[in-house]
């Protein structure tokens, strides 16, 4: 597990395109991490790079903020996601044989919540943080979408999650996003 992630580069004032990201203006691009070394890092980095390319859109850097994830003192989080959840299953039919590997979950599905659970869990795990976490309750989801990601499709949706657990824990999740895959931008939670 890659211990960070990133939101979209997002233009508010961008006149909105039909099946596009809309571009142009000024934005921000968020990128996380529940790791405060590699959070430095990007910072230093970025402060000293005036263009980024991405995906053939050049990005001028105009300023670099640190944002400290909120403290979650009485132990809960509603966290909702900017960016589709990617979460895989079993694979398993009804019947308990495996009929795919690539076994996306969407939130409404059986098997969505006991693997989201333990996604969380097993991230905690990763970073040495306290991997008592609870998904109390999913609160709303988004559409299905799909994302080609040169190695194959990902199917995800956005969701929000109501949490429980140890306030460090709850900041390093809303540090680093939800679900799987997000070193490659999905699962990333709102500011």
Request: charged fraction near 20%.
């Amino acid at each position: 597990m890659a211990p960070f992630g990133f939101g979209p580069p997002t233009f508010p004032q961008a006149r909105r395109v039909k099946g596009r990201y809309a571009v142009g203006g000024h934005g921000y691009l968020e990128l996380g991490s529940p790791l405060h070394v590699v959070i430095q890092a990007w910072a230093r980095i970025l402060s000293t790079t005036p263009i980024i390319d991405w995906g053939g859109v050049a990005l001028h850097v105009e300023g670099v903020n640190i944002v400290d994830p909120p403290a979650f003192t009485d132990g809960t989080a509603l966290l909702r996601t900017v960016t589709p959840v990617v979460m895989k299953g079993s694979g398993r039919g009804p019947d308990g044989i495996r009929t795919t590997r690539q076994a996306f979950l969407l939130p409404w599905e059986p098997e969505f919540a006991g693997y989201f659970a333990q996604s969380l869990q097993r991230k905690a795990e990763t970073i040495g943080v306290d991997p008592d976490i609870t998904l109390e309750q999913i609160t709303w989801a988004g559409a299905k979408r799909s994302f080609d990601t040169g190695k194959g499709k990902k199917v995800g949706a956005q969701v929000e999650v109501r949490l429980r657990g140890a306030p460090e824990t709850l900041s390093a999740l809303w540090s680093w996003g939800l679900g799987q895959a997000t070193s490659a931008g999905f699962g990333w939670v709102s500011a």
